[in-house]
DNA sequence: AAAATCATGTAATTTGTTACATGATTAG
DNA sequence: CTAATCATGTAACAAATTACATGATTTT
């Protein structure tokens, strides 16, 4: 899809290297899009290729040079026109999901303590976005146009979150029962 | 990822077609997985090689004959065995938070219609899980053990809208907030 | 007459993942 | 001394998308 645009949109505000980027991903737009470092890399150096993005080596002491990336006018026109585009969505793609499709007596312990990890996971995650919207989102409405997007992409973020830990406690009800009667009726 | 176990789960209950497979992917589990015809085919017929699949060549009066693939035990076994392996989870790409992250008082009218789609596009998928849920779903105690996992799944997928839609209310009313004001201060 | 639905496929290309590679520094 | 973090990359492979291909039937 539109790493590439992406990739660029991370680096509205600020330059940063690929490894910054790997890792601003996950945190930033994590929920909503991944992408490895390997990605990222080679994705960095399509778009010097194209000129969206400059780069510039930065020495740094005790540990190794890094090379920064940066829009160019170029890249900020791209994005800004990339806008008006089709907009894509790709669905999530969840094992557990299927995995409950396959509910037994038999697995019901198992498929329950994958919910429970999937349910700290999402714990987490809403914790680290919290913290982000009181810190940085606790005016909404004082906020510059852009950020008050992010803003919202931030909401949705949480938004799918709760949504998401409240499913689990009535899945983890509906397969706790199933685990139990499965102990009685099982060998 | 494991579209093979996605297949062969959508397969436990019905022998079906690829065709038909490919359809009630999108009807089924279309909000957390999506594959097209093509991939699906390749996939069946990689199953059947490795046996976990047979096939059989059905006709039809009227329509072209369809080759309709079921379960082998070899298959049951090999999928009851997925269930106690790790769980992928690929988180969705939606370019719309991305654009999002680019708003601004020009983009602000095309984003709020893209916004208002999206809206339309979840409200009829909610429909539909909803006619499901009343239809075949009504008394979730009362249902069979594997069953009672489909329903959690469809209920993950509702909640997940529900939340969207009220996520893109919230959304809405900032960016038109975002539009009018543009209109005065954009030039 | 055109478009949509039914039905299955191949080929080329793009994306994404896994494995491998290097090398310095810092924390436990 | 081991693991983790910082930092960037290549190569091989797997997965997914796009484009192309065929052909009958049904609906508009």
Redesign the interface.
Known sequence: ??LA??IM?AL?DDDLSGYELAKDFEAS??????ASHQQIYQELHKLADKRWLNKREVSQSGKPNKIVYGLTRAGRKA??EW??GE??????????????????????G??SV?IAE?RQQVMRMLYLYEKIRIRHYAE?DTLP??H??????L??GI??G???L??CD??QE??SA?EKT?ADTAG
Request: charged residues 20%; hydrophobic residues 55%; proline residues 2%.
């Open positions: 899809m539109a645009h992406a949109t509205i737009f994590g929920f909503f899009w991944h994005l800004a806008v008006y907009t894509r969505v790709q669905a999530a793609k969840d094992e557990l999901l299927i995995k409950l499709y396959n509910l037994s007596a038999e697995n019901a198992h498929i994958e999937r909404p146009v852009r008050k997007g992010v803003y919202l992409a909401l949705a938004g799918q709760e949504q998401f409240a499913w009535e899945a509906v397969v199933v499965g």
